[in-house]
Each structure stands twice: as C-alpha cells, then as structure tokens.
C-alpha cells in the first residue's frame, strides 16, 4: 500500500539553504533535509518510499517540493486535508472502541484493569473483545500524541512530530517564506 505522506519543513532549518542557492539547488537541499529526518522511520512508517518524485501523485504533483512562498494555498490545502483525516481516524478508533459496550474511556480502563489485570476474563471471546478495544484505545492515544505512523501522512521535522494541530497551519500561514512541504510517496 502506498500513502502520500506530507512533511513541513521550516527551511531555515536546512543545512545550505541559508546560502544564496539557486531554487533548484535549494529545493534538494530541502528535499535530502526531509529524506534524513525521516530516515529513521523506516520499518516503522514505511519500507520503502520515493524520495525524489512523489512517486504515484507525481502527475498531480509534479514537483515534490512545494515552497510556502510560492505555493501556500497549495500547501494549506494538503494539510487541511491531513487534517480531516486525523479527525476521522480519531473518530473511527473511539466508534470502534465504544461499539464494544459503549462505554466512556474512563469506564472502558477501569473495566479493562479489573477483568484482565485481575484475572477476570471468562473465555477467549472476552480476552479478544478487551484486547481489542484496548488497541483502538491505543491507536486513538498515539493519533492524539502526534506519533508518526504510516497513517498519519504528515510529519513535522520542526516539531519532530505528527500532530497537525490549527497551531501549524497558522505559523506555515504567518510565515510562508519559511516553509515547504516535500511530498514522499511511503510503502508499507
């Protein structure tokens, strides 16, 4: 499976790009700047991914590297869009959770703690329903934290982060000049 992922790079951040480079040569520097802060994800997020291109979006976007200055609305719109995603990543994970037994979380640990840490479990069908919920939980816990996963698609190398709150939008907003976004196209 292939995922666009999105990662904001505050450009004066970037090895070189403080020197007077031509676009081109600072638009590489960019691009190797994000390749190296997400190289140690792979395993994790991806394990392969196209660096150079964004690999099967390339047609809808022919250069990977997409400078605040001159593409801002193009930019705000793909993180808008990343950001619909979290919420309705979000909200499927607390649907699935509470479909269980509709309980809040707070019920639902409390629960959990005494059926399985106490030994309570009566069969398998139990121990595969809490575990299971327990995931959703989890997965809702890493969303909500900003942990970098093959779903989320956005990786913040300022922040060193997956969250994509209204606060980043607005400081790519406030300060165009000092950001790009590179797009990668990651398999996992």
């Known amino acids: 499976m292939h995922v666009l992922n999105k990662i904001l790079v505050r450009i004066s951040l970037v090895p070189g790009a403080n020197e007077n480079l031509s676009r081109e040569d600072l638009i590489q520097c960019i691009r190797e700047y994000a390749e190296n802060q997400t190289a140690p994800y ?48 979000l909200i499927d994970e607390l649907q699935r959770m509470g479909d269980k037994e509709n309980l809040s979380i707070l019920d639902f640990v409390k629960k959990f703690w005494k059926e399985y840490r106490e030994g309570c479990v009566n069969d398998a069908d139990d121990s595969y329903r809490l575990f299971t919920s327990a995931y959703h939980l989890c997965r809702t816990a890493r969303i909500l934290n900003g942990c970098y996963e093959t ?4 990786y913040d190398t300022d922040e060193g982060s997956a969250a994509l709150g209204q606060s980043t939008l607005d400081k790519v907003c406030r300060t165009p000049d000092e950001w790009a976004l590179v797009l990668f196209d990651h398999h996992f």
């Open 151 to 154: 779903e989320s698609g956005f």
């Open 42 to 89: 792979q395993g994790i997020v991806f394990d392969d991914r196209d660096t150079e291109t964004a690999g099967g979006w390339k047609d809808q976007y022919p250069e990977n590297v997409l400078l605040g200055a001159e593409s801002l609305e193009q930019i705000t719109t793909l993180l808008g869009k990343t950001r619909e995603a979290h919420h309705a990543i």
